[in-house]
């Protein structure tokens, strides 16, 4: 079947979100066999951010879910680079957050989930080609069957080792720290 896009990860979920509330079909696949339940990356959530979760419908969730952060002291490589104080910034609507990025990802999915889109889990893309009309991609599935997926675009929020930035042959410019 033909969909608007297959995507994955957290800036791939909220894609996914803003794709679905427009009524565009759509598509998440994540190789991952289960979410993260730990707090391995990002846990700052900035006030931009809460503002498209209060249009998403969730912001009172990540509010209740999450812990208010005051300020930033960055170490790197156990010395200290810079500290940041975020107090004096009462004008915006909302500071920044503490939510680990496993409890952002319940958040984006159980939005999902209510807009009709569940989180294909242990998918693979193991490849795709692109023409003129859109993208093939062929997913594995749990069971090890390949499926070829058909759509108008494919977004790849995969990650640092994205399939679809190596695919491109694309490099990550960013550091992994």
């Known amino acids: 079947a033909e969909v608007g896009g297959l995507v994955v990860q957290p800036v791939g979920l909220t894609h996914a979100i803003e794709l ?30 809460m503002e498209i979760w209060e249009d998403q419908g969730i912001v009172t969730d ?34 920044h957050l503490g939510l680990p990025q ?25 490849d795709f080609a692109q023409d003129d009309d859109g993208v093939t991609a062929l997913l594995r599935h749990p069971s090890g069957a390949v499926e070829t997926a058909r759509a108008q675009y494919l977004v790849g929020a995969d990650g640092a080792s994205s399939a679809v930035r190596s695919g491109l042959g694309l490099t990550f410019e960013g550091g992994l720290s």
């Open 20 to 49: 679905a509330r427009r009524g565009i079909a759509v598509r998440v696949v994540d190789k991952r066999p289960q979410a993260s339940t730990q707090a391995d990356k990002a846990i700052g959530i900035h006030c931009r951010t």
């Open 62 to 95: 990540a509010m209740d879910a999450g812990v208010w952060l005051h300020g930033q002291t960055v170490f790197v490589n156990g010395r200290q680079t810079h500290q940041v104080d975020w107090s004096g910034l009462d004008e915006l609507p909302y500071a």
């Open 102 to 126: 496993y409890e952002t990802e319940r958040l984006l999915g159980d939005r999902l989930t209510s807009l009709g889109v569940q989180v294909e889990r242990g998918v693979e893309l193991v």
